[in-house]
């Protein structure tokens, strides 16, 4: 059993193994985790806690302090060979250069830790061990070993994630090289990223703990894994690339670890794994959200620029195999001439995108206010009529992509003749087919977002005002289209072509039944579904006190009534608190008038305002022991804060969708059309799922105990809050004032 609290002392079971000079401590469930596994594999011989000092220079005031790495161990690896290690362990979301954001004061801390394990690398090295930093998800390094030692058999398993998360050397070869390439900026930025290169056997851009790439969107393309460059063939000369030795790992895998959306890419054909028949699906409710993201089309100015900006010879991101097309183009007149045609129908197409979007800008500039809080995405249920008053534009604009296209056919057929093994010229081969394939999915993608509506696809436009200059806001739409079922679509491309899938999750019952999973998930008509419930290793009515707001006034749309309680919450028990609000301005007038209260100012709260991320909030709930997190979507689930780093939980709104939502208000007139109830049938259960996966941030193991507390009174004053309450395993203690909570 975990002890009590996420900090705390370790018992070693073995006591032979650990050869530290004091009581292990753990501070988070991670190094806990580690812990255990030191403790109880088999093949780890000795291990320490924070055992060996390593003197390092501080990067900013130059004195030389110490750095004390987590853990040593030392471990048999399968060929029996020993190795010894220092561990730092650290979760994906605490390691990400992203999560500095603006603030110097996080940009600093990163260049400390980049000092700090600098200094880590050479002592290892000199000392003939390893140094890393742990940051894989907890399933890959502490579930599956475990598994392969309950099954006593070898189990090899690699994680995949999307081609782009992973350098390729090639490419980043080729961008150091061509200086013309960055600006003083992306030089700066890519430091971290050489560092890194030095240590890393993944090739996995997240774990470059010091790059970051906010003020440059593209940097990360130019030297990530893209289709045509992680070959044998265009590689070798930089011994191979990350991404192709991965993809030969996956191959002779056992257990293939990847995320939702790479693995609806692979069941829509993309043939990136080899072929399985059995998938386990863990946070099940969560596909529906990722099919969605996979199954819609996005088309923006600033998106579709890119992608002609990567087709433009004369861009100097594009000077590589440029230079290549030139050097052809001296003894090949024709070749050189559809290169000028190219970079010229290249740069009129820009024109016509610019002009095509900035008339749908104005056309629809009435449908969008400046004024309110919330991003409008206004539905167009007649698609030839809306683009109907920009048929000129958009007319170009096919046109002018489709010359693209027919253009970069002809000269991919012209480099063939001139190279017709492939060989001489293979990286401009690989280029042009990638270019060709990128501009033919961009027209299908502007035919099926302007033409032949499809009944069962819902469109809309999106509008964002931007300040331009001193004169004011400036509004820029894009356009949107996406499948309304895609219970069918998942259907369709994955679980028809599978023989056995498991799909697991706490939340996948809805009133005591999984219809509504399966309904959503396009299951309800496979006869073969087996379900099955598992009882909780969590005793909830013993670790939970459930207290139920029942006075007759809104809270939601009082923020100083909910300030007060907090406020209340926060001086009478003094424990750490999260606050789960359903909307961004609700969280921030609550913080204000928070923060106006008596003492306000100087309260631990960490508030998911703009410009704070979200691993710098949960630092801080680790800094102080009666810290306030104040969070909206991205915080219901997925938020990990086991024992004393949370102890109560206070949610402030029912989180119901959007009703104004493309995508949500699509599926509640088909459930309509269908015959159905769609508050009933669909925003009703989408609700209590969310709901319930908000509850659950407040028990992380089966020795939490804490107080959940919910602000709407529509759980008791409205008929359909019943099946709120019955979704928690826990009885419910009504309220009217927050002073009788105890």
Known sequence: MLPRFARGKFSPKNQEKYVGTKTPTY????????????????????????????????????????YVPDFFIVYQDKQGKKHAELVEVKPMSQTSMESAGKSIAKKKQVVINMAKWEAANAYAKQNKIRFRVVSEDQLFHNDLPQLSKALDVPIKAVMLKGRKNYLCKTRLNWIISDANTLDEIDVEALIPVLFWLHWTKTGDISECNGFYNSRR???????????????????????GCY?????????????????????LIEASGSNLLPEFNSIIIDEAHNLIKSAYDQYRIDFSKKNISFLLDSIDPSHPRNIRWNSILMKIGDSEPAIKKMRDELK??????????????????????????????????????????????????????????????????TLKKAILEVDPTREKYRILHKTLEREYEIISILFDNIMLLTENQDPNWVYWLEGEFKTVGPKGQNLDVSLHASVIDVGKKLNQNLFQKIDHCLLTSATLKVNDSFEYFLLRNGLEMHSDVHKKDFISPFFYSDQVTYYQYGGGKDLSKDPHAMADMIYYLH???????????TSRKSLSDTADALKNKKGGRNLPLFAQTSG?????????????????????????????????????????????????DPLVKSYSEYVSRSGGNSFLE???????????QGFGRLIRTTSDTGKFICFDNRIISKRYGEIFYRFLPVEMNSFSE???IR
Not at 243 to 263: C, E, M, P, T, W
Not at 682 to 692: D, K, S
């Open 612 to 660: 704070a991320s979200r691993p710098g909030i949960i630092r801080g709930m680790h800094q102080y022991s009666n810290g306030i997190l104040f969070g909206t979507n991205s915080f219901w689930e997925g938020v990990d804060l086991p024992g004393e780093l949370l102890e109560i939980l206070v949610l402030v709104k029912l989180p119901f969708d959007v009703p104004s």
């Open 738 to 740: 927050i002073t009788t």
């Open 27 to 66: 501070r988070s469930s991670w190094e806990h985790a580690f812990m255990r596994l030191c403790d109880e594999h088999p093949n780890v011989y000795q291990w320490a806690s924070e055992s060996i000092k390593i003197p390092y220079r501080h990067p900013f005031t130059g004195k030389y302090t110490v």
């Open 243 to 263: 991404y192709g030795k991965l993809r030969q790992a996956v191959f002779k895998a056992d257990i293939i670890v990847i995320n939702h959306s790479l693995l």
């Open 682 to 692: 669909f925003a009703l259960p989408e609700c209590a799922i969310r709901f319930r």
């Open 344 to 409: 010229d129908l290249v740069s009129n197409t820009q024109l016509s995108l610019k002009k095509f979007m900035t008339s749908v800008s104005n056309e629809n500039e009435h449908l969008f206010d400046l004024e309110k809080s919330y991003l409008e995405k206004p539905i167009l249920r007649n698609i030839e009529k809306k683009y109907a008053s920009v048929n000129l534009e958009l007319k170009d604009l096919k046109s002018d992509i489709l010359k693209i296209s027919q253009l970069l056919n």
């Open 571 to 581: 001086h009478n028990f003094q424990k750490r608190m999260m606050v789960l609000f």
């Open 217 to 239: 969107t593209w940097l990360q393309s130019l030297f990530s894994s893209e289709p045509g460059f992680c070959t044998g063939e265009v590689c070798k000369t930089h011994r």
